[in-house]
């Protein structure tokens, strides 16, 4: 019998080539899977971060306008007062500014106070012929316990709340030893937007366009702090109104 040759079997795949080639293949998935998921995940945070951006914006532009505060200018008057109005008191010297949609009425009511209508609220402008007390400040319900103390351009302003059938506001009085200027910034459930009451943004603006004014009543004297020195001590002070400065004091 011919001897026929033995033929072995071949060699099987490399098992090492093999598993590092897997490996690898395996390795390049994860890194391509990983880079997608991370492109979708930051589209996804982009388009959320941009719907709720629009979405605040929407609500900041519908708020009523006491929410929104507006910077004043260095000067304490808003850029916006502008073209605002101006009331002016000839007989007892003080004039300031108030919103061009507001309206004065054209007289005084019974008691002598003086209305600015807007459709916000109404400011009421009273002048009492009693002798400012900074420790027996009346409302109209009588003392007030303890008004706030608000400074604004150098003038002193006694502060308290009001409220009365459906109406209400802060309510600010400043004058002289004679005289007491009150400024009450009221709303009513009747007013077609009655947000004036609650807006600190716009009553600061209108007390910082406050200022006296030449009186012409000779015994008014403005509530305005006025310093003062006494020339034979070199002593300085301040004097709660120029009529409070003594004789021989210069007003400095």
């Known amino acids: 019998m011919d001897n026929e040759p033995i033929h072995k079997p071949s060699p099987g795949p490399d098992i090492n080539f093999v598993y590092n080639k897997t490996a690898k ?8 899977t990983t880079v997608i998921l991370l492109v979708i995940a930051n589209a996804g945070v ?9 979405n605040i914006a929407d609500l900041v532009k519908s708020l009523p306008a006491k929410y929104i505060h507006r910077p004043s200018t260095g000067s304490g008057q808003s850029a916006g007062t502008a073209d605002w109005k101006t009331y002016r008191n000839d007989q007892y ?5 108030y919103p061009s949609t507001f309206i004065q009425s054209p007289t005084a009511d019974s008691a002598g106070n003086i209305s600015i209508e807007g459709k916000e609220g109404h400011i ?8 400012l007390d900074s420790n027996d400040i009346e409302g109209l319900y009588g003392k007030i316990d303890k ?9 002193q302003w006694y502060k308290f709340g009001f409220g009365d059938a459906g109406c209400g ?13 009150q400024l009450a910034f009221i709303s009513c459930d009747s007013d077609k937007d009655p947000i004036l009451s609650d807006n600190s943004t716009i009553i600061d603006q209108i007390l910082s366009t406050f200022k006296f004014t030449e009186s012409k009543n000779p015994e008014f004297c403005a509530q305005v702090i006025t310093r003062a020195k006494n020339p034979q001590t070199g002593e300085i002070k301040n004097f709660p109104t120029p009529c409070d400065v003594p004789t021989g004091w210069v007003k400095i």
């Open 25 to 32: 293949l395996r390795h390049h998935k994860i890194v391509v």
């Open 46 to 54: 982009f388009a959320l971060s941009r719907y709720f951006y629009n």
């Open 93 to 97: 010297g003080f004039e300031f500014k």
């Open 124 to 131: 009421v402008v009273s002048v009492i012929n009693l002798k």
């Open 147 to 155: 008004p706030e103390l608000v400074k604004i351009n150098n003038i």
């Open 169 to 181: 506001g802060p309510t600010l009085q400043t004058g002289s030893s004679n005289h007491i200027i």
